[in-house]
């Protein structure tokens, strides 16, 4: 599977970017999708993932100010963020889950910069 984030850039904190995430190859049986991070130093970590019912979860440090979507037929995903911070400066990756297996690769990911 291929997988491929835009919509990162510089954004004063209290801004907002909304990002995408587009899938393509292996699309057959994604059960769920997700958006990850890593800031410089850091490991990366989960931000949110949304099954194919559409149930989502958040890493608690987004929650309230960052909202997961999908388009099931574009096998596309999707992140709106809200009252960014200059914490939420990295890069953005996403991924897909196989059932109850996440993809082990990580396609280019999306830088975001948060800062005045």
């Known amino acids: 599977v291929q997988l491929q984030a835009s919509g990162g850039g510089l954004v004063q904190p209290g801004g907002s970017l909304r990002l995408s995430c587009a899938a393509s190859?292996?699309?057959?049986?994604?059960?769920?999708m997700g958006w990850y991070r890593q800031a410089p130093g850091k490991q990366r970590e989960s931000v949110a993932t949304i099954n194919s019912g559409g149930s989502t979860n958040y890493a608690d440090s987004v929650k309230g100010r960052f909202t997961i979507s999908r388009d099931n037929a574009k096998i596309t995903v999707y992140l709106q963020m809200h009252s960014l911070k200059p914490e939420d400066t990295a890069v953005y990756y996403c991924n897909v889950r196989y059932g109850s297996t996440w993809y082990n690769g990580w396609g280019q990911g999306t830088q975001v910069t948060v800062s005045s």
């Open positions: 190859g292996n699309n057959f049986g994604i059960s769920a």
